[in-house]
């Protein structure tokens, strides 16, 4: 049922606006058979951190960036947002206090690994 009401809102968003959606694999019409492509439109697209990642790898800056599997902008999932506080705490107890850099923050952690390696 969500799916539905996702996919017919998105559908008359597009077609109120008179925009004609194409998909960039074949310059086609997009359609339901589309839909689980791109049916995750409500998030921050991953281009948006990677030019901020960009900005500060140019200036010759440390950049970190935190990304959490199926959360969009503003995280959902309660043990997300701990672990986020938890990572945030971290890195400021770091840079600010001087405390040892975590096992995270130097090697980073595959985006496959994410869902299991929580912040402690």
């Keep these: 049922m969500k799916t539905t009401i996702k996919l017919f809102l998105l559908l008359a968003c597009i077609t109120m606006s008179g925009i004609s959606a194409q998909s960039q694999d074949h310059g086609k019409i997009l359609n339901v058979d589309d839909y689980n492509r791109w049916s995750r439109i409500n998030s921050v697209s991953l281009s948006d951190d990677g030019n901020w990642m960009s900005y500060g790898y140019r200036l010759g800056k440390k950049v970190i960036l935190l ?16 672990d986020f506080q938890r990572r945030m705490k971290q890195f400021f107890d770091h840079h600010l206090k001087g405390a040892d850099a975590p096992e995270w923050m130097n090697e980073g ?6 869902k299991y390696n929580k912040a402690r």
């Excluded at 990304?67 to 701990?82: K, R, T, W």
């Excluded at 952690?109 to 994410?114: M, S």
């Design 67 to 82: 990304s959490y599997p199926d959360e969009n902008h503003h995280l959902a999932n309660e043990n997300n947002q701990i």
């Design 109 to 114: 952690i595959p985006y496959k690994y994410k």
